[in-house]
């Protein structure tokens, strides 16, 4: 599986950007997928997850009611919508997945075996 990440930005506290995670292969619809970010000097967290359906997804709490997952199967596309931003959420975010990734695992990054080349999101105050 490949992951090709796109849609961050610099953008001001308060606006919104959506990050869009395209992948190869005709398998994307059995994977549950996750976003996570890193930002500068600091380790590399989870942000959000959904499962193969798009049915159910899972949150950190420093983005709930901010941030939206979402997938498209068809287009094997998941997508982070991510609204009120706040210079806290500056990072690179990264697409991920793997056979082993389950949406009550979605967390342990040492589950995942894909990952996307990042996309920059810089959010000024």
């Known amino acids: 599986v490949q992951l090709q990440a796109s849609g961050g930005g610099l953008v001001q506290a308060g606006g919104s950007l959506r990050l869009s995670c395209a992948a190869s292969?005709?398998?994307?619809?059995?994977?549950?997928m996750g976003w996570f970010r890193q930002a500068p000097g600091k380790r590399r967290e989870f942000v959000a997850g959904i499962n193969t359906s798009g049915g159910a997804t899972i949150y950190a709490d420093s983005v709930k009611g901010r941030f939206t997952i979402s997938r498209d199967n068809a287009k094997n596309t998941v997508y982070l919508q991510m609204n009120s931003l706040k210079p806290e959420d500056t990072a690179v975010y990264f697409c991920a997945t793997g056979r082993s990734v389950t949406l009550v695992a979605v967390r342990d990054t040492e589950r995942y075996d894909y990952w996307g080349q990042g996309t920059l999101v810089t959010v000024s105050s």
């Open positions: 292969g005709r398998t994307f619809s059995t994977y549950v």
